[in-house]
T-cell receptor
Framework: AAGVIQSPRHLIKEKRETATLKCYPIPRHDTVYWYQQGPGQDPQFLISFYEKMQSDKGSIPDRFSAQQFSDYHSELNMSSLELGDSALYFC?????????????FGPGTRLTVL | AQKVTQAQTEISVVEKEDVTLDCVYETRDTTYYLFWYKQPPSGELVFLIR??????QNEISGRYSWNFQKSTSSFNFTITASQVVDSAVYFCALSDNTDKLIFGTGTRLQVFP
């Protein structure tokens, strides 16, 4: 079965650079969630989209923005990168109306800011 | 506010021992969902179980079992006859009507041969 695809899997950037993370949800899923997991920490919710509209927002820095496109894939744009942005970024997708809206996680993108 | 507490930061056991990972949650919602995820060293989040707030039935899946008790707001996870491959970080998580997952801080389980 198709799973959530995240690209790239690994990304290395310098401070103050910009990064774009991409998420391709499971086909027919209409909701995407982004989570950030710092080293040794638990995943923290950043933002979610349902049918291309932002549905919820967590502790996402103003330097970050995200959107969901017409084909339901989502992109997380991160500007003015800081060392503290180094983390594992997970995307999850779900289909509203199914059993609980269970979230299926992608493999994550590991971002390293030097 | 919703909160998940995993008081055990790290647990070490020897293979074949049983181990229980504790999870205590806080929520004001009457409808909510509880989850356990496994995160091996490779980093991916592996879904283990989901339980809704109306279903207090305990569940067993192979060597894994879960004990959900609303009276104590706990959702504990037991691995029977642990194996080296069980070594990972285990996260308990809560979701209410907002759908987003709130994770506990995780418990690192090390199983030694």
């Amino acid at each position: 079965a198709a799973g959530v695809i995240q690209s790239p899997r690994h990304l290395i950037k310098e401070k103050r650079e910009t990064a774009t993370l991409k998420c391709y949800p499971i086909p027919r899923h209409d909701t995407v969630y982004w989570y950030q997991q710092g080293p040794g920490q638990d995943p923290q919710f950043l933002i979610s989209f349902y049918e291309k509209m932002q549905s919820d927002k967590g502790s996402i820095p103003d330097r970050f923005s995200a959107q969901q496109f017409s084909d339901y894939h989502s992109e997380l744009n991160m500007s003015s990168l800081e060392l503290g942005d180094s983390a594992l970024y997970f995307c999850a997708s779900s289909l509203v109306g199914t059993a609980y809206n269970e979230q299926f996680f992608g493999p994550g993108t590991r971002l390293t800011v030097l | 506010a919703q909160k998940v507490t995993q008081a055990q930061t790290e647990i070490s056991v020897v293979e074949k021992e049983d181990v229980t990972l504790d999870c205590v949650y806080e929520t004001r919602d009457t409808t909510y969902y509880l989850f356990w995820y496994k995160q091996p060293p490779s980093g991916e989040l592996v879904f283990l179980i989901r339980r809704n707030s109306f279903d207090e039935q305990n569940e067993i899946s192979g060597r894994y079992s879960w004990n959900f008790q609303k009276s104590t707001s706990s959702f504990n996870f037991t691995i029977t006859a642990s194996q080296v491959v069980d070594s990972a970080v285990y996260f308990c998580a809560l979701s209410d009507n907002t759908d987003k997952l709130i994770f506990g801080t995780g418990t690192r389980l090390q199983v030694f041969p």
